[in-house]
């Protein structure tokens, strides 16, 4: 970071008895970029160019001084310089001033080091004075500090060793002493002199030359270089005359409000409130009076019946302070007072507030707006009540009204009233027209204006009384001795006089005016007149069977003929609703049948179950009864027996309560005749597909004959399948089995032995035993002679020219193998037995492989195994491989090569042609030539060494009919 030259803000203050000038906390916003300059608002003044001096979070503070308020600054290295302006210029005494200093790091500090903070003479940007420096401590990784009293003159520097990071508390002076050239400057470090006399320095610079003459006025803050600045923080600087001045003690004076001023809320213009109160509270404070400063429209007292001032000074000695401040309200207009009552002196810098909450008003009267009364075709009598006048009193009031509803105050129909009496008046309406409602407001006028009432309204009578009704709802059909309901209608009335309404009475019905209210035969309904609106619940009770239909009859209100309501409702007693339900678990002499009871009636069902008999459509009662006890959910059962086999009956459900007995529709059933000889089977499991001429199994399955009659039971016969009662056989084609009459089981053991490749799915029949059909069991079976599985492997060992592919036999199939290899082809997804096969005899363990030759270099190539049995050929899935590509140019391979052993020629690029190969010894003698025809644009070729060549190394030449195109020298061993 770039050295920060902060001038220190200073938050100037008026001098005060203490003599101090000044007191900076440096109260500002910090910013990373801004500098004090910026933060300040210019208080500090900016003299050169460079890094600015930065206002920093958080304070710095030091044991036995006052709480460090606001944040600190921070700098280092080369940057601006600031000054402030502390007060009055000072040309004789002392100028003292202290800060709390710490360095957060030395940076490139030197032992000489440099001065960063000090006084300036007045109107000066450069004439410093007890310029405190700082410098590299001969102690590794700790500093000094001292004062000098000129910027030029020598430095008195304290032994001390301070430590980076350590908060310590700084106090220079300036002393301004008669003469010329004899100024002094004073230095102390951690004293512990606060709030104390003023102890020796502990050091003190040579004189130098004299800034009293022209006087003091500022403090400045200095970045030099890196070498003399480190990283420097300053806080809580004060500058003063005296020592106490910059020493204060942590009992710093204070003032607060201990109990706030009520709010005195809105009071009438030209009148007193109060007094309320609110209580100063003091600590620490000088023998300065306290002062209370005057806030418009307020003014105070020491004693609530005192003498009211709109300032106050509080004379007191000192200490703490407890006094009650009495406050009077007397607002001469109307607004708002709103405001702080500043409270200062005792020592206090700053004032405190005590809000103060008032508003000076001039308000109209308040009304409510009555009721109408005596309200005919053509008139009214409408109330009002003043319920307050006010801040002044009322001159006129009476009522507004109109036809529009939410009329505008003051544009209706004024009617002054005189009888006001205890706030309450009313006013006499005349001139209306009937049937028509009419929208009013009380009024009352005062020194402030026209208040009102909230809008009420009435409607004018209409000439002849009315009732109507809406209609009630049937009740129905209701079970005696029960009540029904409430349903309900509504009585309408218009222009009624005052007469009550009557409702009823009527037999079986009785009456509300609320739903859940007391049920009466009658009503008897009181209304003021004129409209009427009520709705009336009627609830049935009946007692008898019977019709209780009628008119409920509506009169009253003055009306010249009653209304009827008509009411529909019939008393019954409901026998039980029943349901024949279907037959079950039903043999030749048993059954079970089933009814419900879907309702019970008007009375708890006493007595339900089945009544039977063989007669369709007998009469209710006249059949044979089966009672039952088992209802569930309104189900039930009866169990019937001793029936006849091979018969029809006939049956309904019955339900029997206070009512009567109620019968479910009739249904019927068939008792089951003597059961016939059967057979069943169980199922055999499939054989599959086998090979042809193999035999398959034994498969089972079991015969259950039940009611037989006749002595066998025969099985088959099913063309491919034999049959016997044990698993070891012999087998034959079909089988006759004897058995007892009655009841039968036995296994039947089966065997497939299919001869063609077919379908021998069948059904293997089971007849006899005095059964008319045959029970089949199904059979599943397939004579197949399947061809070999083959599996394509994979290619290996390939070369320019060669190959070795593989393949695999997984499974025979019906018969043995014959026959089996790689067919290949350079055309991909070729047809099967379209390409050249290579047959394989070195098959072991169903694996085998063909080593492939005189294949193209670099062609791709596809391939199948194949094997072929009695079945025919099958082969495994295409696969495919790429012939290595010769290198490019002219190769031998390998190099050294044995005698009477295959060597291997390559050549790229060439065109078709004779070529010849030259083998020439150390002596240059042509020994082998082998000549070539080549009808390629490559040489892909191998011949063999001969055996008769010698040991040694050799030349190779590959030539064409023109020139020589290659040489190789080869070593053949």
């Known amino acids: 970071m770039k050295k920060i030259l902060l001038l220190i803000g200073l938050t100037t203050v008026l001098l005060n008895s203490q003599g101090q000038f000044s007191h900076e906390p440096f109260s500002y916003t910090p910013d990373p970029t801004n500098g004090i300059y910026t933060q300040s608002s210019g208080s500090w003044v900016r003299i050169n160019t460079g890094d600015s001096i930065l206002v920093t979070s958080g304070s710095l503070s030091y044991p036995g001084l006052p709480v460090s308020t606001g944040n600190k600054i921070a700098f280092d290295g080369t940057g601006s310089d600031n000054y402030r302006i502390f007060g009055t210029a000072i040309t004789s005494g002392s100028v003292y001033y202290s800060f709390i200093l710490n360095l957060s790091a030395l940076g490139s500090l030197t032992t000489t080091g440099g001065y960063f903070t000090g006084l300036l003479q007045t109107a000066s940007t450069s004439a410093f004075g007890a310029t405190i420096r700082t410098r590299l401590s001969t102690t590794v990784g700790k500093y000094n500090i001292g004062i000098s009293t000129r910027s030029n003159s020598a430095v008195s520097w304290l032994a001390a060793d301070l430590d980076p990071g350590t908060s310590y508390f700084v106090v220079g002076a300036y002393d301004i002493i008669a003469g010329s050239a004899n100024d002094v400057a004073r230095i102390w470090l951690n004293t512990s002199a606060i709030g104390s006399a003023e102890p020796a320095a502990d050091a003190t610079a040579v004189a130098g030359t004299d800034l009293g003459a022209a006087g003091i006025e500022r403090i400045f803050i200095r970045q030099d270089n890196a070498t003399n600045t480190p990283f420097v923080e300053i806080d809580e600087i004060r500058v003063g005359t005296t020592w106490t001045s910059v020493t204060p003690g942590g009992a710093v004076p204070t003032l607060s409000i201990s109990s706030p001023l009520p709010v005195f809320g809105d009071v009438c213009i030209n009148t007193s409130a109060g007094p309320n109160s609110f209580t100063i509270t003091g600590s620490n404070l000088t023998t300065a009076d306290v002062t209370v400063a005057a806030l418009a429209g307020y003014t105070y007292s020491t004693t609530a019946g005192g003498t009211y001032t709109t300032t106050l000074n509080i004379t007191q000695p000192g200490g703490t302070l407890n006094q009650q401040i009495f406050v009077r309200f007397d607002p001469l207009a109307v607004q708002s007072y709103n405001g702080n009552i500043a409270v200062a002196g005792g020592g206090v810098t700053i004032p405190v507030n005590a809000a103060a909450s008032g508003a000076g008003v001039n308000t109209i009267p308040s009304l409510t707006t009555g009721n109408a009364t005596a309200i005919t075709q053509v008139s009214a009598t409408l109330a009002g009540t003043i319920t307050a006048n006010g801040c002044t009193p009322v001159t006129a009031y009476g009522i507004e009204y109109s036809t529009v509803s939410g009329f505008p105050n003051g544009s209706g129909t004024q009617v002054a009233s005189t009888n006001i009496g205890g706030g309450n008046y009313t006013s006499d309406i005349t001139g209306l027209t009937f049937g028509t409602t009419y929208y009013y407001k009380a009024y009352a006028t005062n020194g402030g204006g026209t208040g009102y009432g909230t809008e009420q309204s009435f409607t004018t009578a209409t000439p002849n009384p009315t009732i109507s009704t809406t209609p009630l709802t049937a009740f129905g059909d209701v079970c005696i001795n029960t009540t029904a309901g409430p349903n309900s209608f509504t009585i309408s009335g218009a222009n009624l006089t005052t007469a009550d309404v009557t409702v009823g009475p009527l037999a079986g019905f009785t009456y509300s005016t609320t739903a859940g209210g007391t049920y009466t035969t009658s009503l008897t309904l009181t209304q003021p007149g004129g409209t009427f609106l009520q709705e009336i619940f009627v609830r049935f009770s009946p007692t008898v069977v019977q019709s209780y239909s009628g008119d409920i009859v509506v009169g009253g209100g003055g009306v010249a003929a009653p209304v009827n309501v008509p009411a529909s409702g019939a008393g019954v007693n409901t026998t039980a609703s029943v349901t024949t339900g279907s037959a079950s678990a039903i043999t030749t002499t048993t059954a079970t049948l089933a009814g419900s009871v879907t309702a019970s009636g008007c009375t708890a069902v006493s007595a339900y179950g089945i009544e039977y008999s063989t007669i369709n459509g007998f009469v209710n009662g006249t059949g044979t009864q089966v009672a039952s006890g088992n209802i569930s959910g309104g189900n039930f059962t009866s169990a019937l027996s001793g029936l006849t086999a091979s018969t029809t009956y006939y049956y309904k459900a019955y339900a029997t309560n206070a009512g009567g007995t109620a019968y479910g529709a ?308």
């Open 666 to 973: 009739q249904q019927s059933f068939t008792t089951a005749a003597p059961p016939p000889p059967a057979i069943t089977v169980t199922g055999l499991n499939p054989f599959g597909s086998i090979c042809i001429n193999a035999t398959a199994g034994p498969e089972s399955f079991t015969i259950n004959g039940v009611n037989l009659t006749a002595p066998n039971i025969n099985v088959g016969p099913l063309a491919g399948y034999s049959f016997d009662t044990i698993a070891t056989g012999p087998y034959s084609a079909s089988l006759s089995i004897p058995h007892p009459l009655g009841t039968f089981s036995k296994t039947v053991y089966v065997k497939f032995n299919p001869t063609l490749v077919q379908s021998y799915n069948g059904n293997i029949p089971v007849t006899g035993g005095g059964t008319t059909t045959a029970a089949n069991v199904a059979a599943v079976g397939s004579g197949v002679n399947t061809l070999a599985t083959v599996i394509t492997g994979a290619a290996s060992t390939l070369t320019t020219q060669s190959a070795t592919l593989a393949g695999s036999v997984s499974s025979n199939g019906c018969s043995n193998v014959t026959v089996y290899g790689i067919e290949y082809s350079s055309i991909s997804g070729f047809a099967n037995g379209s390409g050249t096969q290579v047959a394989s005899s070195n098959i072991a363990g169903g694996n085998f492989s063909v080593s492939l030759s005189g294949l193209v270099q670099g062609a791709t190539y596809y391939y199948k195994a194949y094997a072929i049995n009695n079945g025919g050929i099958s082969y495994g899935l295409q696969q495919s491989f790429t012939v290595l590509s010769i290198k490019d140019g002219f190769s031998l391979y390998p190099n050294p090569v044995d005698r009477g052993t295959d060597i291997r020629i390559t050549m790229t690029g060439i065109t078709p042609g004779y070529y010849g190969l030259l083998l020439f010894n150390s002596g240059g003698q042509l020994v082998y030539q082998r000549n070539m025809n080549i009808q390629s644009n490559f040489i892909n070729q191998t011949f063999t060494v001969p055996a008769t060549l010698q040991k040694g190394i050799y030349r190779a030449n590959l030539t064409n009919h023109l020139e020589i195109i290659g040489t190789i020298t080869i070593l053949v061993q």
